[in-house]
């Protein structure tokens, strides 16, 4: 999915956060917020199957291949282990046609639009109910090139909606 489709809804919601309205340096659970942003996406995308975290996990790895749908720039700063890129599954996907297809991204938004793409060809695809911020929410492991990392890329500061000890990286 390209960024631009994503642009306007993630604009709405930007200025919405860092009109004020929500100070995400103030919010106590942002786990709760991370959760009814992924809720408002999952309902914009009724067509495409929603995979919590929990049940993700508990999937055989053989079964599934994981799929981050974010820019190189952003998979830099973090990625869920053992997840691989858009290109490579792409250049590759004969070899996925069988398993399920978990697809995340920063909260979910072009990750549903992703999958949403993928299952009408034929994939067995699910997106991440919450993404990465769910999973940093979760204080799951995350790994950079060198090892594990508690940075996870962001919009901006009104998305860094990150547990206390994780650092929220974006460009200006």
């Given amino acids: 999915m390209k960024l631009k489709k994503a642009l306007p809804i993630l604009s709405i919601a930007s200025l919405f956060l860092s009109t004020g309205c929500i100070d995400p340096s103030k919010v106590k659970d942002k786990e709760k917020i991370v959760k009814v942003m992924a809720k408002n996406i999952s309902k914009k995308f ?50 996925y046609k069988e398993k399920k297809v978990v697809a995340y991204c920063t909260i979910g938004f072009r990750s549903s639009e992703w999958i949403k793409q993928l299952n009408k060809k034929g994939f067995k695809g699910y997106n991440l109910e919450e993404s990465i911020l769910g999973w940093a929410n979760r204080h799951l492991k995350l790994v950079d090139n060198k090892g594990e990392t508690k940075r996870v890329h962001v919009y901006e500061e009104a998305w860094n909606f990150l547990p206390q000890g994780y650092e929220g990286v974006y460009s200006d």
Avoid: G, M, Y
């Fill in 46 to 95: 009724k067509s495409v199957p929603q995979i919590t975290i929990e049940k993700f996990r508990q999937i055989p790895k053989e079964e599934v291949v994981l799929v981050d749908v974010r820019p190189k720039v952003e998979r830099e700063v973090s990625i869920i282990p053992n997840a691989i890129s858009v290109e490579e599954f792409e250049k590759n996907s004969h070899q």
